[in-house]
C-alpha cells in the first residue's frame, strides 16, 4: 500500500501541548488502519451481499430508523467504525459520485472540521490535501494541513472499492485509512459499506484520556450498552464513541452529496448543506455542535474559498 507520509514530528517535539487539539481534531476527522486490522477477505461484490444478506435484521430494525448499521472496534494500538447501509440511489450514480477523487472534496467539505479540500494529481497518483479547523468559521493560515493518498481499487459492472490513506498523524497516531465499496441492490438500490479507522501510540493513548475527561466527558456514541434510570437508552462512551460519531458523520455528507445529484447544478451545494445538517442534527444527542445558521453560513464561505483558491 502507497501511504503518503506527512512532515510534522519536529514541530510537535517542538511545541508538544499545541498539537493536542490538533490530534484530536484528525481522530474526529480522518481515517486509519493499523496493520493488525483484518483486510478485506475479498474484493468483490461477493462478500459485500453476504454481509447484506447477514443484517437483514439489523438493517430493517434499528435505532437509526433508516436500513444501517454501525459496528466499532478497540484494541490496544487502533480503532476503527465501520457503516453498512443501504442508499435509496441506483449503483450507477453512487459509482459516478464516489469513484472520483474531485468529488470527494465535494463530500468532505460537508463535515463539520473539514474548511477546505483540493484534488491533484503527482507520479504517485492522486492526492487530497485536506484543511481540517474547528467547528467554527477559520481562515485556512489557522487550520491544520493534510495530504491523503486518493486510491480507486477495482471497478466492476457490480462492484467498487475505493481507499484514502496516509502514513502518519501527530502524537503517534499513523495508518490513516477510509474504505468505501458498493454494490447494487434490486430496485434500484445500492449497498454501502464505509470504514474509517487509525492506529495510535502512547501520545495519542494519553491525548485521547485527556480529551475524554475534560470536553469529551459527557459526549456518546451510537451502540446501546444498556438502560438508564428513566428507561432511556445508555449510549457508549469513551474512544469508541469518538469513532462512531465521526463514522456517522462522514456516511451523512455521502448520503448528503448523493441527495443532491439531481438538483440543478446551481442549486446542489444548498440542497448538500441544508440535506447534511438535517441529518446530523436527526442524532443530536451524538452529533449536535452548532446551530443551522452558524453550519450553514460557515459552510458556504468555506465552499466559496474553495473554488477560488482552486
Known amino acids: 500500500m502507497k501511504i503518503w507520509r506527512m512532515r510534522f514530528s519536529q514541530a510537535f ?8 487539539p490538533v490530534f484530536l481534531l484528525i481522530c474526529g476527522v480522518w481515517f486509519a488502519s493499523g496493520e493488525s486490522i483484518a483486510a478485506e477477505p475479498e474484493i468483490s ?4 451481499r453476504a454481509k447484506f444478506t447477514e443484517l437483514g435484521k439489523q438493517l430493517s430494525d434499528n435505532q437509526f430508523q433508516r436500513a444501517l448499521y454501525l459496528d466499532s472496534t478497540e484494541s490496544s494500538h487502533d480503532l476503527k467504525g465501520e457503516i453498512y447501509a443501504v442508499l435509496d440511489y441506483p449503483f450507477a450514480a453512487v459509482n459516478v459520485a464516489l469513484n472520483n477523487p474531485a468529488h470527494w472534496c465535494d463530500v468532505l467539505i460537508l463535515h463539520l472540521n473539514v474548511k477546505y479540500c483540493h484534488a491533484s494529481s503527482n507520479k504517485a497518483g492522486t492526492v487530497l490535501t485536506v484543511n481540517l479547523g474547528r467547528k467554527y ?38 495508518d490513516y485509512r477510509i474504505w468505501i465499496e458498493a454494490t447494487p441492490l434490486e430496485s434500484g438500490r445500492t449497498f454501502l459499506h464505509f470504514t474509517y479507522a487509525y492506529a495510535f501510540g502512547l ?9 475524554l475527561m475534560t470536553i469529551g466527558r459527557d459526549k456518546v456514541g451510537f451502540t446501546v450498552t444498556g438502560k438508564l434510570p428513566d428507561g432511556q437508552p445508555a449510549y457508549i462512551q469513551g474512544v469508541r464513541g469518538v469513532v462512531e460519531r465521526n463514522t456517522m458523520r462522514y456516511y451523512l455528507a455521502i448520503d448528503a452529496y448523493l441527495a443532491a445529484l439531481t438538483a440543478p447544478s446551481e442549486d446542489q451545494l444548498e440542497k448538500r448543506i441544508q440535506h447534511c445538517y438535517n441529518a446530523t442534527d436527526r442524532y443530536a444527542r451524538q452529533l449536535h455542535e452548532v446551530e443551522r445558521n ?10 466559496q474559498r474553495q473554488q477560488v483558491n482552486q
Open 203 to 211: 501520545s495519542g493513548r494519553l491525548a485521547m484520556q485527556g480529551y
Open 45 to 48: 461484490a461477493v462478500p459485500l
Open 137 to 174: 468559521d477559520q481562515p485556512l493560515a489557522d487550520a491544520y494541513r493534510a495530504e491523503f493518498n486518493y486510491r480507486g481499487i477495482i471497478t466492476t459492472p457490480d462492484y467498487f472499492a475505493v481507499e484514502l490513506n496516509a502514513g502518519n498523524g501527530p502524537l503517534s497516531t499513523h
Open 294 to 303: 452558524d453550519y450553514l453560513e460557515m459552510k458556504r464561505k468555506e465552499y
Open 13 to 20: 517535539k517542538a511545541r508538544p501541548l499545541r498539537w493536542t
